[in-house]
């Protein structure tokens, strides 16, 4: 069983920046996909960034040239690295992981930005 933990949240004004982390602990297989997704209010819960454990990453169109995604493997830990954030990226947002056991879920982390 694998377990993830988001932090990092909080309110920020337009235009600023915050980093979300991801702690993994448990049985994680050493190939595997973590992911950042997000739901804001009404909204359906849509991928952000996912990374593979070799490194290749991939963004929705929206956050291209303003979010980061990274991971150390070797601490279990992801990261989501976010500038110039907009009202449009108000939402809660969970770290996913997908290996071949399962797929796992964190909490979620709430991000507010204040325009």
């Known amino acids: 069983q694998v377990q993830l933990v988001e932090s990092g949240g909080g309110l920020v004004q337009a235009g600023g920046s915050l980093r979300l982390s991801c702690a993994a602990s448990?049985?994680?297989?050493?190939?595997?996909?973590m992911s950042w997704y997000r739901q804001g209010l009404g909204k359906q819960r849509e991928l952000v960034a996912d990374?593979?454990?070799?490194?290749?990453?991939r963004y929705v169109d929206s956050v291209k040239g303003r979010f980061t995604i990274s991971r150390d493997n070797a601490k279990n830990m992801g990261y989501l690295e976010m500038n110039n954030l907009k009202p449009e990226d108000t939402a809660i947002y969970y770290c996913n992981l997908m290996d071949v056991e399962g797929d796992y879920w964190g909490q979620g982390t709430q991000v507010t930005v204040s325009s």
């Open positions: 448990g049985n994680t297989a050493r190939i595997n996909v």
């Open positions: 990374i593979t454990s070799g490194g290749g990453a």
